[in-house]
């Protein structure tokens, strides 16, 4: 599965974006979903993932209650909104996708070494 990630930019501390990542080759809807960021020299970590059939959501501490994740499976798209961004949201974002395989089970869900699929990033910078 080829996954393309957009809808990064430049946002204002308190503002608000929505990332977007397209799926394709793949059964997108048997796929558990995933966001990643990076930030300047830091290693990359979780953010949120969505279970396949949309009945678990997971969150890293530091984005609970401010980004929400969901998916479309009609549209093989699942989406990031990020709201009440701060300036240490400013990362590399990268989607990714959970193996048909593992995607029952959701202790994988916010293991990053078990996805299998990455996008291509898209930048998010926070001013202050």
């Known amino acids: 599965v080829q996954l393309q990630a957009f809808g990064g930019g430049l946002a204002q501390a308190g503002g608000s974006l929505r990332l977007s990542c397209v799926a394709s080759?793949?059964?997108?809807?048997?796929?558990?979903m995933g966001w990643f960021r990076q930030a300047p020299g830091k290693e990359r970590e979780f953010v949120a993932a969505v279970r396949r059939t949309y009945d678990s959501t997971y969150y890293a501490d530091s984005v609970k209650g401010r980004f929400t994740i969901s998916r479309d499976n009609a549209k093989n798209t699942v989406y990031l909104q990020m709201n009440s961004l701060k300036p240490e949201d400013t990362a590399i974002y990268y989607c990714?996708?959970?193996?048909?395989?593992?995607?029952?089970?959701?202790?994988?869900?916010?293991?990053?070494?078990?996805?299998?699929?990455w996008g291509q990033g898209t930048q998010v910078t926070v001013s202050s």
């Open positions: 990714a996708a959970l193996p048909d395989r593992l995607s029952s089970n959701g202790y994988f869900y916010t293991r990053q070494t078990y996805y299998g699929n």
């Open positions: 080759g793949g059964t997108f809807s048997r796929l558990g």
